[in-house]
């Protein structure tokens, strides 16, 4: 008896242990996908879009605050750029004068303070729309909580 209780409990937790990873992939995900411009002191501007995630459809009217078309920081996306001090290798295709730059970008996707919404968000900074072409970093974090991503470019 205590052989079929022990082995029935070893198949429930190891169906559990795997169809666990597949019930949190398939949760249902809206998305807004504002351009950002990056701009170093030096003058180089790198046009991003930062691709925000909110899980469940029913979030989309948060996202939907997220301003388009960013050249300043706001209280949704914000960022630094300042001179690395790293000391990486300068890329065979960047000019002689090319400074490495270290770049912070930090997003909040807020809810309102009385409607207790919480839910997990994402965000991708990528050179095309919907986290496609070059992906400079990601996050996952919460709502009204800061996620940040960093990288580093040569301009």
Request: glycine fraction near 8%.
């Amino acid at each position: 008896m205590n052989r079929r209780v022990m082995l029935s409990g070893l198949i429930a937790g190891t169906a559990t242990a795997t169809l666990a990873p597949a019930a949190f992939g398939a949760a249902q995900w809206c998305e807004d996908d504002p351009l950002v411009v990056i701009k170093t002191p030096t003058g180089y501007q790198l046009p991003l879009h930062v691709t925000n995630y909110a899980e469940g459809p029913e979030n989309q009217v948060y996202l939907d605050r997220v301003p388009d078309n960013q050249t300043a920081a706001n209280a949704w996306i914000s960022w630094t750029v300042v001179q690395s001090k790293k000391g990486g290798h300068k890329p065979a295709t960047s000019a002689s004068s090319a400074v490495e730059w270290d770049v912070t970008i930090y997003v909040t996707i807020h809810t309102d303070p009385t409607d207790g919404a919480r839910f997990r968000t994402r965000t991708v900074a990528s050179s095309d729309v919907n986290g496609t072409g070059v992906r400079y970093a990601d996050a996952v974090g919460m709502s009204d909580r800061k996620m940040q991503m960093r990288f580093s470019l040569w301009a």
